[in-house]
């Protein structure tokens, strides 16, 4: 379905749609707690959207941040059509 890395040091996720269809209206949930919303994932593994920490925020309006890495990205899920789809995630290796 789909693959994410994040890069600590650049404070960005970027994720993979290599479904066979595009993503329209979607969530990416990091950790459960913080969300960005995105109005299409384009489908083929060419195609990467990247999302910076700042525009993942939660509830009181907080953006994800590392703390230094005290706060990992555990986590990363895609909410569409009404159901929430876990993402296999990665550490952005150089």
């Known amino acids: 379905m789909g693959r994410a890395e994040y ?3 650049m404070g960005t996720l970027q994720v993979l749609n290599y479904s ?3 993503w329209d209206n ?3 949930w990091v950790n459960r707690k913080y969300v960005c919303w995105l109005p299409k994932i384009e489908k ?3 195609r990467v959207k990247t999302i910076n920490f700042q525009m993942l925020y ?3 309006g907080n953006y994800f941040w590392t703390n230094g890495g005290k706060t990992p990205v ?3 899920e895609l909410y569409k059509n009404g159901k929430m789809y876990s993402i296999d995630t990665y550490l952005q290796d150089w």
């Open 7 to 9: 890069n600590l040091l």
């Open 20 to 22: 066979d269809e595009d």
């Open 26 to 28: 979607v969530e990416i």
């Open 44 to 46: 083929g593994k060419q």
């Open 58 to 60: 939660d509830d009181a």
């Open 74 to 76: 555990e986590q990363v």
